[in-house]
């Protein structure tokens, strides 16, 4: 019978466990952190994005639910951490030695994402399409960052967001480490 999940042909045949233990030889030390509030349908494609940068945790912060259907079952392949409170994930976070960097747009003090040096034990946090990431949080983070845009309108999807912000983690610490080169 063919394997029709969305896998690396490498993964093909293997059992969820399996796909699971073979990545976890492998992860990254990224994190990725969703605060849940709004029970946003993008949680569901931050969750695949993670998995394709194969980070070792996501964290939902608040609400469990989210739209497992945009993760397209990838949640199955990493680890997934569910915080009630805003407190707990960060204590978790600074008790590991973790860098916490926001997401957002539109909040004083942001600085440009393209002028970011990344290190290894980074979290990157998101939040939700319309609110954002809250107060709260954005008072614990480390460091807050915006993707620079260059047309009118003053922000892109969340969900694109994460896709961009991990790249940019990966392509400063671990494919430079690799030795992937640019043209």
């Known amino acids: 019978m063919e394997d029709t ?13 399996e796909v699971f233990a073979c990545l976890a030889e492998k992860r990254s030390a990224l994190e990725v952190a969703i605060e849940n509030i ?3 349908f993008n949680a569901g494609t931050i969750v695949r994005s ?4 194969n980070a070792n945790k996501v964290h ?14 990838t949640d199955k392949y990493l680890e997934i951490v569910y915080w009630p409170d805003i407190q707990s994930f960060i204590k978790d976070q600074h ?3 973790r860098e916490i960097v ?46 620079e845009g260059l047309g009118s309108t003053r922000s892109i999807n969340v969900g694109v967001a994460a896709g961009i912000a991990m790249y940019e983690w990966a392509r400063q610490c671990h494919l430079a480490v690799k030795g992937v080169k640019s043209a």
């Open 60 to 73: 939902i912060i608040g609400r469990r639910k989210y739209n497992r259907r945009g993760a397209m079952c």
């Open 50 to 53: 993670a998995n394709n940068f």
């Open 38 to 40: 709004d029970h946003d």
């Open 5 to 17: 999940r969305n896998l690396q042909n490498e993964y093909k045949g293997l059992s969820n466990e």
């Open 95 to 97: 008790d590991r030695g």
């Open 102 to 147: 926001a997401i957002e747009n539109n909040i004083p003090d942001t600085k440009p994402l393209a002028s970011k040096k990344f290190v290894q034990n980074t979290t990157l946090v998101f939040g939700s399409e319309g609110g954002g990431i809250s107060r709260e949080l954005l008072a614990e983070v480390d460091d807050k960052r915006e993707i």
